[in-house]
């Protein structure tokens, strides 16, 4: 896999209000995902999108690709405290067994 | 039942001991992975392996050494301890060629004294 850059670095928004956040990476992809890691905690996969798909939803996350842009975005509706948590995205080729390759994330703070 | 555990969950040690962190996965994946995670969060691949194959991660020093006994199982077994080693680590494991999820474990933070 390769890393994905996302952005913002760090995002503070009030509970109830939705969150954005994006990922950019650099070559092709088969695939992309979006990991959660909560404080002190394991990381949690929350969705895959593949590189045919241009929205997925689960929830109260949407995910869009656009691989023209080499970009996705990560969209949480109604956020909760308990969203409190980074978020990664990895992209990726398939198939490997090289392991996945982590950004910094953006940290998401939810407010009450 | 966990899908993916590791123990201990926290590890406090001298420098220059000898440790081991192990690491379960019942969900039958044919690949596990070792991963670090510093101060600063930022989480790398230390290794790779399935009964084909180890991929090191050409930063990880040879102190490092991940060890198998069956497909289930990827122990990390860490020499001569240094501080710098202070971390956390996690466990994964996927099933290779599906381009699925990866199911992490809690994580072992190991502090070195």
């Known amino acids: 896999s390769q890393q994905g850059e996302e952005d913002p670095q760090a995002l503070s928004i009030q509970e109830g209000e939705n969150a954005t956040m994006n990922c950019s990476y650099k070559?092709?992809?088969?695939?992309l995902q979006w990991y959660r890691q909560n404080s002190g905690r394991g990381l949690v996969h929350l969705i895959l999108?593949?590189?045919?798909?241009r929205e997925k939803h689960s929830g109260r996350l949407r995910v869009t690709l656009d691989t023209s842009k080499k970009s996705s975005s990560l969209l949480i509706t109604a956020s909760r405290a308990a969203d409190t948590a980074s978020y990664f995205c990895?992209?990726?080729?398939?198939?490997?067994?090289?392991?996945?390759?982590f950004g910094k994330g953006t940290h998401l703070i939810i407010q009450p | 039942d966990t899908a993916v555990s590791q123990t201990p969950k926290y590890l406090v040690t001298q420098m220059g001991n000898d440790k081991s962190i192990k690491c379960e996965q019942n969900?039958?994946?044919?690949?596990m992975y070792w991963y670090k995670q510093d101060s600063k969060k930022f989480l790398k691949i230390m290794f790779s392996?399935?009964?084909?194959?180890?991929?090191i991660n050409e930063t990880v020093p040879n102190r490092f050494s991940p060890k198998s006994p069956d497909k289930a199982h990827l122990n990390l077994h860490i020499n001569s301890l240094e501080l710098g080693d202070s971390a956390v680590y996690f466990c994964?494991?996927?099933?290779?060629?599906?381009?699925?999820?990866?199911?992490f474990g809690q994580g072992t933070r190991l502090t070195v004294v």
């Open positions: 994964a494991s996927s099933q290779v060629g599906t381009g699925t999820e990866a199911f």
């Open positions: 969900l039958g994946h044919d690949t």
């Open positions: 070559t092709s992809i088969n695939n």
């Open positions: 999108i593949r590189s045919n798909e």
């Open positions: 392996y399935n009964n084909k194959e180890l991929i």
């Open positions: 990895v992209a990726g080729s398939g198939g490997g067994a090289d392991g996945l390759t």
